[in-house]
């Protein structure tokens, strides 16, 4: 009989517990949140209109994609000399769904500053 009431008392306090615990729990999530919405608020603060745009074409351009024949009609090159830069592993590309190479326009800027880079070492060496 002892032994019930004992541990019914350790349940109790062990509940209390569990419930401090969790109400603790929860203001620290508000306060949390809290502290998130403030910081979204002052970065949209800080990003004015002229910004915005920019990020959302960039997000635009990075959403596009083009398949190897697209890129190398881009790039002027053969579609065979960016399948040998990628066996390489000069340069990079995204799969699509068939596992094929795509290219985003941002992806095709980097390869042309790369190849620029490149001729300038080149011209620059002689």
Same mark, same amino acid.
């Given at each position: 009989?002892?032994?019930? @009431?004992?541990?019914?008392? +350790?349940?109790?306090?062990?509940?209390?517990?569990?419930?401090?615990?969790?109400?603790?729990?929860?203001?620290?999530? +508000?306060?949390?949140?809290?502290? *998130?919405? +403030?910081?979204?608020?002052?970065?949209?603060?800080? @990003?004015?209109?002229?910004?915005?745009?920019? @990020?959302?074409? *960039?997000?635009?351009?990075?959403?596009?994609?083009?398949?190897?024949?697209?890129?190398?009609?881009?790039?002027?090159?053969?579609?065979?000399?960016?399948?040998?830069?990628?066996?390489?592993?000069?340069?990079?590309?995204?799969?699509?769904?068939?596992?094929?190479?795509? &290219?985003?326009?941002?992806? @095709? +800027?980097?390869?042309? *500053?790369?190849?620029?880079?490149? *001729?300038?070492?080149? &011209?620059?060496?002689?």
């Amino acid at each position: 009989m002892q032994n019930k @009431i004992l541990n019914n008392e +350790e349940q109790l306090r062990l509940q209390e517990f569990i419930e401090t615990i969790s109400q603790a729990d929860k203001r620290y999530l +508000e306060e949390l949140l809290g502290k *998130k919405a +403030e910081r979204s608020a002052g970065l949209e603060s800080q @990003i004015d209109i002229g910004d915005r745009k920019i @990020i959302q074409r *960039k997000i635009t351009r990075s959403s596009r994609y083009c398949n190897l024949t697209q890129a190398a009609h881009l790039l002027k090159v053969h579609r065979q000399t960016i399948y040998y830069w990628l066996k390489k592993s000069w340069i990079k590309s995204k799969r699509d769904y068939r596992g094929y190479p795509v &290219f985003t326009v941002l992806d @095709i +800027e980097c390869i042309i *500053k790369w190849r620029n880079s490149l *001729k300038k070492e080149s &011209f620059s060496t002689l």
